[in-house]
């Protein structure tokens, strides 16, 4: 059994049991298939009530803009990570050298806390805090 929402020309909707698809759409051209308001047989079928498809549609969009920064910050860490020397624990420490002795021109990344990422702004030392996404994860 399959239920549909049913909506009229009328504007009308109701829901209706089909025991199939094929049931609903053979009924349809016969014009079997009654307004439960008008008694018109010019009713097709809705996906879902009106009021459930906004709601899903909000959710929906949610989830694609996630996806979206998702991706962007997955795409950020990967040219990173191609574009610059991994430092791990010595970021503040390779921070102020190359910054203080002008030792190399690659970036760097690495773990900071928060407070050695203030201090190293303090000094001038141009620093950003991304979010490190898990590649892995989907
Ligand atoms: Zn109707």
């Known amino acids: 059994m399959i239920k549909y929402n049913l909506v009229c020309k009328c504007g009308?909707?109701?829901?209706?049991?089909?025991?199939?698809?094929?049931?609903?759409?053979?009924?349809?051209?016969?014009?079997?298939?009654?307004?439960?308001?008008?008694?018109?047989?010019?009713?097709?079928?809705?996906?879902?009530?009106?009021?459930?498809?906004?709601k899903s549609n909000k959710v929906?969009?949610?989830?694609?803009?996630?996806?979206?920064?998702?991706?962007?910050?997955?795409d950020f860490r990967k040219y990173i990570e191609k574009n610059c020397k991994y430092v791990g624990e010595n970021f503040t420490k390779e921070a102020r050298s190359i910054h203080y002795d002008?030792?190399?021109?690659?970036?760097?990344?690495g773990k900071a806390t928060p407070e050695e990422t203030s201090e190293l702004l303090e000094e001038g030392i141009?620093?950003?805090?991304?979010?490190?996404?898990?590649?892995?994860?989907?």
Do not use: H
Not at 40 to 49: D, L, N, Q, R, Y
Not at 65 to 74: G, S, V
Not at 102 to 109: F, L, P, Q, R
Not at 129 to 134: A, L, R, Y
């Open 60 to 74: 929906l969009k949610k989830t694609k803009l996630e996806k979206n920064i998702r991706k962007q910050l997955i």
């Open 126 to 138: 141009e620093v950003a805090t991304i979010p490190w996404v898990d590649k892995t994860e989907n």
């Open 102 to 109: 002008k030792k190399t021109s690659k970036g760097i990344y």
């Open 12 to 54: 009308g909707t109701f829901e209706s049991w089909f025991s199939n698809s094929t049931e609903f759409d053979s009924l349809r051209k016969k014009r079997l298939i009654k307004c439960i308001y008008c008694e018109s047989s010019s009713v097709k079928k809705t996906v879902m009530a009106p009021n459930l498809k906004s």
